[in-house]
Every structure is written in C-alpha cells, then in structure tokens.
C-alpha cells in the first residue's frame, strides 16, 4: 500500500532519497520564509509576513519563559524559533501531495521518518548536556544533573536519558507517520469505486487533513516545549 523510498547508497551506507529530498525542501522553506519575512523589517509592520514572524518570534518566547527563566532562557530563543519552525513545516509537507513514481515514493513528511525524528532527538538532548557543562561546569552539572535530590536516584535518571531521546523521537514520528498512513488509506477508498467513493472520500480526506494540521502544530509546540523543559533541567539547580 505505502510505495518504498528509493535508497542511495554512498560508502557503503544507504540514504532514502524522499527523505533527504523533503529534509531539503524544509530547510529551503524555513530559510525562505525568514528571508521574505524579514526583508524589508519597519518600526510599525505594515506587512503580513513580518507580522507573522514578529508574532511566532513572541510564541517562541512565551513558551521559553514557561520552562526557564527569561534571563538565562534568552540565549535558546533562536534555537527554540528554528526548532518549532523546522518540524512545523516537516510536519505540514506529507499533507500537500505524494509523489510516487514507478513504485517508489520521492516525497513525505521528514517526520514520518524514525531515523530523522531519532537525530532530532538524539541533537536536542545532547545540547541539553553541553549546555548544562557550559552554564554550570561539568563538576555542578554532573551533581544537578544525577546527584541531586539523593544521590541512590543516579540510576534512574541515567535510565531517563535514554527514555528522553527515545519518548521524544518517537512520539512525533507516531503521530505523523499514522497521519500520513490514514491519509493514504483514504485516497485509496476515495479511488475504490469511482464516483461513490469519491463523494465519500473527498470531504473524509479534507476533514482529515485539517486534523493533520492540527496534529502537526501541537506535535512541533509539544517537541519544542520539551526542549526547553530538558534544558532547564540541566541548568537550573535542583
């Protein structure tokens, strides 16, 4: 039912070449986006583009200030913007259209990918662990981090390292892979029977897809937050 992504192999290792089509087409959006956006910047924004930057840069900002304090929480807010903004449109991608040629798939969702969602999760918590060497030095950041409250805790929360990475990458994958999948199932009814199909399966898949959207949103805000909550763990002191 789902076409297979056509693998490229280079040195010996294979790489999906739908993902690294769509990893690029989210990183040329995202870049686009920030360029137009912040082109011509005015005192008074009569743009719509700027307004919608201006008004995602304080989303990003509310949202840091909930888990760090705005003092030490300004350093990520950069971090935070890219991030949410990153997986928001990696997220919307898979929703516009699907591009299968000869039983191969060219285009998806960059999180509908374990291995993408793993390396996102795997970046965010080891700069969570540099940070928190950075803001503390490695002897204050070791003792915040898996001394503190009672040293006998040690164990479970290098346990929770692990489960972090894990939870953290696997929750967004789920959603957006069985997003795409119910998406696919739908246009299949849709295309089972011809026209009675049809006047079910259209209003289902756009019912459907505005749910993704929704999905898609709180799935790039829950992923960002946490960023931020594994962050203020490591720098703010028990």
Known sequence: MEAESKVIHFMGLGFSLNIIISVLATCIIVFLFCFIATRKLAVRPTSKSQLAIEYLV????????SSLHWKV???????????????????????VFILNIDGHSYWKSPTASPIVTLGLALMVILLTHYFGIKENG????????????VAPLMPIKLLEE??????????L???????????????????????????????????????????????????TTLTMVYLAHKIEAE
């Open 162 to 171: 692990f489960t972090n990475t894990l939870t953290l990458a696997l929750r």
């Open 58 to 65: 304080d989303f990003i900002r509310n949202m840091i200030s």
């Open 73 to 95: 929480g300004q350093q990520f807010h950069l971090l935070g913007f890219t991030l949410f903004l990153f997986v928001w449109v990696a997220n919307m991608l898979g929703l």
């Open 138 to 149: 490695f002897k204050e950041y070791f003792m915040n981090s898996y001394i503190r409250p």
């Open 173 to 223: 994958y789920g959603n957006i892979y069985a997003g795409e999948i119910l998406l696919g199932l739908i246009a299949s009814l849709a295309n089972s029977y011809g026209l009675l199909t049809w006047v079910v399966g259209i209003p289902l898949q756009m019912v459907w897809q505005g749910f993704s959207i929704f999905i898609g949103s709180i799935q790039a805000f829950v992923f």
